[in-house]
């Protein structure tokens, strides 16, 4: 008679001890640990640049976006982000975000370097050589990168003009409406 009350009490005390854990709570739980309110926040900034120091580019990128969220687009905001577009090869993005943070901060030499190498690779070599002049008199000539940077963009200069002798070798020969041949001088 008193089992036929209490049958579910029974019943739920015995699946209880089938659990994982038995009548105490498990330590191995399937689900994302909680949040600790105490803890402290992490700067989005130091952990974007370690993760580009060990090459994950776009978690770092995540990183500073998450810091432009944080303290909104600082110099230091758009250096890092321009530079984490930099190193995943989006040379516009990293242009435009390197030109304000130079615009912001004009005496960053990082940031001007940055600019520079970003003008090396599309091409803009003669700015390029001005930028990292700047930054080489902003660093005093302290940096090693910066100095082979600039020496790097003045030997692109002074080797990107043809001699005269080379430009009238050869000739632009059409051939039909719109159909062109370049064909050397006799």
């Known amino acids: 008679m008193i089992l036929g ?4 009490v ?4 015995g699946l209880a001890a089938c659990g994982p854990g ?5 330590d191995d739980t399937v689900f994302a640990p909680s949040i600790d309110p105490r803890g402290e926040v992490v700067d989005q900034l130091v952990v974007g640049h370690r993760l580009m120091a060990a ?20 110099p230091e905001v758009l250096l890092s ?3 984490a577009n ?7 993005q990293a242009e435009d975000l390197l030109r304000r943070a130079t615009k912001d901060d004009p005496d960053s030499p990082d940031a001007w370097n940055n ?4 003008l090396i690779e599309t091409g803009q070599t003669a700015e390029a050589a001005q930028v990292f002049r700047r930054a080489f008199a902003l660093d005093n000539g302290e940096s090693v990168a910066i100095r082979d ?38």
Do not use: C, H
């Open 149 to 186: 940077n600039l020496r790097l963009a003045l030997a692109k200069l002074e080797n990107s003009q043809y001699a005269a002798e080379t430009e009238q070798q050869y000739k632009l020969v059409r051939r039909g409406s719109s159909d062109f041949l370049i064909r050397p001088t006799r």
């Open 81 to 83: 982000l321009g530079s």
């Open 5 to 8: 009350r209490f049958w579910p």
């Open 55 to 74: 090459g994950e580019y776009e978690l770092a990128l995540s990183s500073f976006s998450l810091a432009a969220a944080e303290k909104g687009l600082t």
């Open 22 to 26: 038995g009548f105490s709570a498990s």
């Open 115 to 118: 600019l520079g190498v970003v």
């Open 10 to 13: 029974f019943l739920l005390i």
């Open 86 to 92: 930099l190193a995943l090869g989006r040379l516009n």
